[in-house]
């Protein structure tokens, strides 16, 4: 199966998904956000940086209880349609 090449709304989706995981980690260490989540920390630091615009359904799920976020704030964020963190919660 050949991975059809992402297009720039999802390259740009993941780098607002990244910057909101970034924002969200705030002080905590990226290892043990990445540890909580069961995740190698490179591909935290991949998703974080938009270099991985598109994770798993599952590593957004770990993602979204080691961060304390709910699952919609990520998929709205990747969306497009997101508020701001504050006004989250």
Do not use: H, Y
């Not at 969200?24 to 990445?34: F, I, T």
């Not at 991985?52 to 590593?59: D, K």
Request: glycine share 10%; proline share 8%; net charge positive.
């Amino acid at each position: 199966m050949v991975r059809q090449p992402l297009t720039p709304e999802q390259i740009e989706a993941g780098r607002r998904l990244g910057a909101l995981l970034r924002q969200a980690r705030a002080g905590r260490e990226l290892a043990d956000v990445a540890r909580a989540a069961g995740i190698s920390p490179e591909t935290l630091r991949k998703i974080e940086t938009g270099r991985l615009p598109s994770p798993g359904f599952g590593t957004i799920i770990c993602l979204s209880e080691a961060l304390n976020l709910p699952v919609q704030v990520l998929a709205d964020t990747w969306r497009g349609t997101d508020l701001p963190l504050e006004a989250v919660g």
